[in-house]
């Protein structure tokens, strides 16, 4: 069995500083392990994706992710926040087409 | 351009009332998959189909039902039965990546209102 704990369910940062969504899994295989993001009332959009290969993991906006198979962490980082960044985050873990748990989210909110 | 789509976008139906959610695909995935958000909640998977004429229950199916008569759609009908259907729902496609993944592609939602 699979699953996923989003660890902050709000997060909330000033423009210009550090982004820290906390996310850590459970897997009996050798899991993918996914970062979305959904702005309000839209569907959801790939940030970045871990599939076996590098554990650090680049995405799209500036966003990364590391991989910590010893910690069962898969966090996402960005160095700077822009307001645009506001959304709400899912961590996702798979192990096939038909197996992907998704965490509860956590809504970041950018200060100006 | 390539992508999923749903209509419609917003959605409102009595109580009592089957009601019937579009999915259409043009990324010739095989697979596709319902979706319903709820506030505060992460995804929860209602049906999903690998290949045409055939699905399967997902975690939440009691209430909904499905058909998949082509590669490209696969509807949704909330039924009557379905106890609390006002909800988001999302529809999304995936294809088997070089690396043995399954990246989902996602539509943007319908929003189902029932009163």
């Known amino acids: 069995a699979q699953s996923v704990t989003q660890l902050d369910s709000h997060v909330s940062v000033s423009e210009g500083t550090p982004v820290l969504l906390r996310c850590n899994y459970s897997s009996s295989y050798s899991p993918s392990l996914f970062w979305y993001v959904q702005h309000p009332n839209k569907g959801l959009q790939l940030l970045l994706k871990y599939t076996s290969a590098a554990t650090l993991v680049k995405g799209i906006n500036g966003f990364e992710a590391e991989f910590k198979k010893s910690e069962t962490s898969f966090h996402l980082t960005k160095p700077s926040a822009h307001m645009s960044d506001a959304a709400e985050y899912f961590c996702?873990?798979?192990?096939?087409?038909?197996?992907?748990?998704f965490g509860a989210g956590t809504r970041l909110t950018v200060k100006p | 351009d390539g992508g999923i789509t749903q209509s419609p976008k917003y959605l409102f139906r009595k109580e009592g009332q089957n009601v019937t959610l579009s999915c259409e695909q043009n990324l010739n995935h095989d697979a596709m998959y319902w979706y319903r958000q709820d506030p505060g909640q992460g995804l929860r998977l209602i049906y999903y189909s690998q290949i045409v004429n055939d699905f399967q229950k997902g975690d939440i199916a009691e209430g909904y039902s499905v058909s998949r008569e082509k590669k490209e759609s696969f509807p949704l009908t909330v039924t009557s039965a379905q106890k609390n259907p006002t909800a988001f729902y999302l529809c999304a496609s995936s294809i088997k990546g070089i690396s043995g993944t399954y990246e989902q592609y996602f539509g943007p939602g319908t929003r189902l209102t029932v009163t």
């Open positions: 996702v873990v798979s192990s096939g087409y038909n197996d992907m748990r």
